[in-house]
């Protein structure tokens, strides 16, 4: 018998999608029943008042969480979402309803055993409730009590071999697309890049240090499964800079109708039979391919790396062999100042193991050089970015100038000039002028 | 919101444990936060750190940025968190007496 009515809610448990309700009210039935005997250490009903709770903010559309919450575990700054229920004495069971953020692993790829383990730890001292995963990449533990977040952090440390995941000002928890792992256009390690810096850069996770919050996303290439370049302040994005591989026999087998355009993600509507050149050709942005007596060519040199050919015809057309990343940063959402995406600060550098990555380390250290010192307090780099103005990001990168930083020059002439670049500097005396110019 | 006594004075304080009125600070409720905080026994650089939080924020109506911090008292970060192991938000500014850190935290 469940606690709480929830007409409202329980509307929710019609249709197709699997619904969050039934889901909710199957692990109330299962801590009320508890078969495994497990002492609980919140409120066996935590998830009844969850839902109660909910279901009163149905009624009222409002939210019935207070403001804010600060807690945490002892050496860290972050990792942990506090937040307290405003009807406490109608939802005990939520009085207290911390998210507790778990790094995941790059790609999120998983054992049954070590999931088991996480839902042992969660179900003993914690709701039962989570989110697989939060939008930034965390494994996130929904709805727990003050004193068992040290204990879980204990136990996912010492058992588990398992971190938290960043909160606050700091740098939150990196996010992959799944990269190599299983993915032909992946022109980088995305999950051991990911996992590299995750690690190099341990404290910046764990204790804020920053002006604000500043996140790492990295794509195996332009199409963004990650969604690096709208997400993330230091978004790396794989491309090439040689030929784009064409298997004529392949285009062929495209042409001829052997092989699906796309892999067959349109198969589900008849669209013709596959047009290579309406469908490819005529695509190219930068309409730098031809298709003539049976053969596809292609003009590198014009190619910016779009990605809708090969993703078009997978089978006979592959990334180049010289491979890298293009680095872009500033992304972030509305607030203050507007949303942005990133914008490109280095075209081209090589995603290098073997030195520790550390072209790409000496990028990131410089841009937080720079934004540590100057960025103001809750300004997203992209918004020092657009109040410096790019040049300072440039700058203190350390990498070179180049022409495809910008999508087109200013039209503005409000340029500056540094003194050192301007003859004679900016020191003149008027006494000197008015010799040659009479007032 | 709860009321907390301690050495025959009160304090009023919310969940999280901060005090809700800045004005409501004694240096007796440094000695009720320390344990809480996982802190033995005060310094004089824990002393320092928070004489520094608490003028900042008279001066200035808010916390200071965590550079700053640094930057004024000499502590670095690391030796901010071996000072107060829950960090400079949770740790510090309860102790000195300075409103709940608040956005996304």
């Given at each position: 018998?469940?606690?709480?009515?929830?007409?409202?809610?329980?509307q929710l448990?019609?249709?197709p999608?699997?619904?969050?309700?039934?889901?909710?009210?199957?692990?109330?039935?299962?801590?009320?029943?508890?078969?495994k005997?497990?002492?609980?250490?919140?409120p066996a009903?935590?998830?009844?008042?969850?839902?109660?709770?909910?279901?009163?903010?149905?009624?009222?559309?409002?939210?019935?969480?207070?403001?804010?919450?600060?807690?945490?575990?002892?050496?860290?700054?972050?990792g942990?979402?506090?937040?307290?229920?405003?009807q406490?004495?109608?939802?005990?069971?939520?009085?207290?309803f911390?998210?507790?953020?778990v790094?995941?692993?790059s790609?999120?790829?998983?054992?049954t055993?070590?999931?088991?383990?996480?839902?042992?730890?969660?179900?003993?001292?914690?709701?039962?409730?989570?989110?697989m995963?939060?939008?930034?990449?965390?494994?996130?533990?929904?709805?727990?009590?003050?004193?068992?977040?040290?204990?879980?952090f204990?136990?996912l440390?010492?058992?588990?071999?398992?971190?938290?995941?960043?909160?606050g000002?700091?740098?939150?928890?990196?996010?992959?697309?799944?990269?190599?792992?299983?993915?032909?256009?992946?022109?980088?390690?995305?999950?051991?890049?990911?996992?590299n810096?995750t690690?190099?850069?341990?404290d910046?996770?764990?204790?804020?240090a920053?002006?604000?919050?500043?996140?790492?996303?990295?794509?195996?290439?332009p199409?963004?499964?990650?969604?690096?370049?709208?997400?993330?302040?230091?978004s790396?994005?794989?491309?090439?800079?040689d030929?784009?591989?064409?298997?004529?026999?392949?285009?062929?087998?495209?042409?001829?109708?052997?092989?699906?355009?796309?892999?067959g993600?349109?198969?589900?509507?008849?669209?013709g039979?596959f047009?290579?050149?309406?469908?490819?050709?005529?695509?190219?942005?930068?309409?730098?391919?031809?298709?003539?007596?049976?053969?596809?060519?292609?003009?590198?040199?014009?190619?910016?790396?779009?990605?809708?050919?090969i993703?078009?015809?997978?089978?006979?057309?592959?990334?180049?062999?010289?491979?890298?990343?293009?680095?872009?940063?500033?992304?972030?959402?509305?607030?203050?100042?507007?949303?942005?995406?990133?914008?490109?600060?280095?075209?081209?550098?090589?995603?290098?193991?073997?030195?520790?990555?550390?072209?790409?380390k000496?990028?990131?250290?410089?841009?937080?050089d720079?934004?540590?010192?100057?960025?103001?307090?809750?300004?997203?780099?992209?918004?020092?970015?657009?109040?410096?103005?790019?040049?300072?990001?440039?700058?203190?990168?350390?990498?070179?100038?180049?022409?495809?930083?910008?999508?087109?020059?200013?039209?503005?002439?409000?340029?500056?000039?540094?003194?050192?670049?301007?003859?004679?500097?900016?020191?003149?005396?008027?006494?000197?002028?008015r010799?040659?110019?009479?007032? | 919101?709860?009321?907390?006594?301690?050495?025959g004075?009160?304090?009023e304080?919310?969940?999280?444990?901060?005090?809700?009125?800045?004005?409501?600070?004694?240096p007796?409720?440094v000695?009720?936060?320390?344990?809480?905080?996982?802190i033995?026994e005060i310094?004089?650089?824990?002393?320092?750190?928070i004489?520094?939080l608490?003028d900042?924020?008279?001066?200035?109506?808010?916390?200071?940025?965590v550079?700053?911090?640094?930057?004024?008292?000499?502590?670095?970060?690391?030796?901010?968190?071996?000072?107060?192991?829950?960090?400079?938000?949770?740790?510090?500014?309860?102790?000195?007496?300075?409103?709940?850190?608040?956005?996304?935290?």
């Amino acid at each position: 018998m469940a606690k709480h009515k929830t007409p409202l809610l329980d509307q929710l448990e019609s249709g197709p999608w699997p619904s969050f309700v039934s889901d909710i009210k199957q692990e109330c039935e299962n801590r009320a029943k508890n078969e495994k005997g497990v002492e609980f250490q919140i409120p066996a009903d935590c998830p009844e008042d969850l839902l109660g709770v909910l279901e009163l903010s149905y009624v009222d559309g409002e939210t019935h969480w207070k403001h804010g919450g600060i807690v945490g575990v002892f050496g860290y700054g972050g990792g942990v979402i506090g937040r307290y229920c405003d009807q406490p004495e109608m939802f005990p069971g939520v009085a207290h309803f911390h998210t507790i953020r778990v790094n995941q692993p790059s790609g999120k790829y998983y054992t049954t055993e070590f999931l088991r383990q996480l839902c042992d730890l969660w179900e003993f001292r914690g709701s039962g409730l989570t989110n697989m995963h939060g939008a930034t990449g965390d494994i996130v533990f929904i709805g727990t009590t003050t004193p068992q977040l040290e204990e879980i952090f204990y136990e996912l440390t010492h058992n588990l071999n398992t971190d938290l995941g960043g909160s606050g000002s700091n740098l939150r928890t990196p996010a992959t697309c799944l990269g190599m792992s299983r993915c032909e256009y992946a022109c980088y390690d995305t999950q051991a890049l990911c996992f590299n810096l995750t690690n190099e850069y341990q404290d910046e996770l764990h204790r804020p240090a920053f002006p604000y919050k500043f996140k790492f996303k990295f794509d195996g290439c332009p199409n963004g499964c990650v969604a690096s370049i709208a997400r993330s302040d230091f978004s790396v994005i794989g491309t090439w800079r040689d030929e784009i591989r064409i298997d004529q026999e392949a285009v062929a087998g495209y042409v001829g109708g052997e092989l699906a355009p796309n892999a067959g993600a349109h198969a589900g509507r008849d669209w013709g039979k596959f047009d290579i050149q309406k469908e490819v050709i005529d695509l190219c942005p930068s309409e730098c391919m031809s298709y003539e007596d049976g053969k596809l060519s292609i003009d590198n040199k014009e190619c910016v790396r779009c990605m809708h050919c090969i993703n078009t015809m997978p089978r006979a057309l592959r990334i180049g062999n010289d491979r890298g990343a293009s680095i872009f940063v500033g992304a972030k959402a509305p607030i203050l100042d507007g949303a942005q995406m990133g914008s490109l600060l280095v075209p081209f550098v090589k995603v290098d193991a073997g030195n520790d990555y550390q072209e790409i380390k000496d990028i990131v250290e410089g841009i937080w050089d720079l934004w540590m010192e100057e960025g103001k307090n809750r300004e997203r780099l992209g918004e020092t970015m657009k109040r410096m103005g790019f040049q300072k990001i440039i700058e203190s990168a350390g990498v070179p100038v180049d022409v495809r930083q910008v999508q087109e020059p200013r039209t503005n002439p409000y340029i500056f000039w540094k003194a050192e670049d301007v003859e004679g500097g900016w020191d003149r005396d008027i006494a000197e002028y008015r010799k040659r110019h009479q007032q | 919101m709860a009321t907390v006594e301690f050495n025959g004075k009160s304090f009023e304080v919310d969940e999280d444990g901060f005090l809700l009125s800045f004005d409501g600070w004694n240096p007796e409720w440094v000695e009720f936060v320390k344990e809480q905080e996982g802190i033995a026994e005060i310094t004089d650089d824990h002393q320092k750190v928070i004489e520094f939080l608490q003028d900042y924020y008279k001066k200035n109506g808010i916390a200071p940025m965590v550079r700053i911090l640094s930057k004024v008292t000499g502590f670095k970060l690391k030796q901010i968190y071996e000072l107060f192991p829950s960090g400079p938000g949770k740790g510090a500014c309860k102790m000195a007496g300075l409103p709940k850190p608040t956005g996304c935290v």
